[in-house]
């Protein structure tokens, strides 16, 4: 049995669609996977950068998120 599961995130939180490229399903695949097989706190993105086979600086760029403005 195969199961896939697919996040959805709010447009006006990225710059890029990371469904929009290989490079960004490969960086929530395997987000999902270090994260599940090692815990939160020993992901990291060159941890990803590496298991992806691309760079840090690849996987920053990928997933540029807008900055959070305050409301007020």
Known sequence: ???EV??????SLYLR???Q???GKNIIKFS??????HG???FTF??????IGTTEAGVYISMV??????KN
């Open 1 to 3: 049995m195969k199961l």
């Open 6 to 11: 697919q996040i959805k995130m709010n447009a």
């Open 17 to 19: 669609d990371p469904e």
């Open 21 to 23: 490229s290989e490079l």
């Open 32 to 37: 999902i996977e270090l994260i599940h097989k």
């Open 40 to 42: 939160f706190e020993a």
């Open 46 to 51: 060159k941890k990803l950068a590496e298991a």
């Open 65 to 70: 998120l807008k900055p959070l403005r305050s």
